[in-house]
């Protein structure tokens, strides 16, 4: 599946905050498009379909994926935090592709219809539509609609890049 990757690096490049925003319009069919190529998803089942088994958990092991496009409604717990992560780029880069990669300079915890609490990678682009989106909002949790990549499995279940962030379709 390596030629899988330059196909998503196209998706994240793809997503703009003009794109998501035009998401709103059935006449973008920009938007359309993006949105059909990353599968919907539900958070809760994500989490409980990419367990690792206990004794990977134990020895602090991951399962690397292919990158996989997903979309999905969750509330985010958290302000995304600036830091430096290594790890995102080292499964990235298990796959070869000639797109550029994005820069991945915050994290975020973001939460599940059923309570659970997962960390995620975020672009810098990403955390700028979640401070703007929460900077509007009155306080957080805060309800988003996040599209992102899904690059590993760990201890917690699925390890995310969120790429782009607009409000839920949730109440």
């Keep these: 599946m390596p030629a899988l990757l330059p196909f998503v690096l196209s998706l994240l490049l793809a997503i703009t905050p003009l794109s998501l925003a035009a ?20 958070l809760d089942q994500l989490i409980d379909q990419n367990q690792i088994p206990e004794r990977m958990v134990e020895k602090k092991q991951r399962v690397m994926l292919s990158p996989r496009a997903i979309r999905f409604d969750a509330r985010l717990m958290q302000r995304p935090q600036p830091g430096e992560f290594s790890l ?9 592709s000639d797109q550029p990669l994005p820069t991945i300079n915050h994290s975020a915890f973001i939460q599940s219809d059923d309570g659970r609490v997962i960390g995620a990678y975020v672009t810098q682009q990403a955390a700028s539509q979640l401070q703007s989106l929460a900077d509007q909002a009155d306080s957080l949790p805060l309800n988003c609609h996040l599209y992102a990549v899904h690059i590993y499995n760990y201890a917690n279940g699925p390890r995310l890049i969120v790429i782009a962030a607009g409000t839920s379709s949730q109440p």
Excluded at 23 to 42: F, K, L, W
Excluded at 88 to 96: F, I, Q, R, S
């Design 23 to 42: 998401g709103n319009s059935p006449a973008s069919s920009n938007a359309h498009t993006i949105q059909q190529q990353y599968q919907s998803v539900e």
């Design 88 to 96: 995102v780029y080292d499964a990235l880069n298990l796959w070869p």
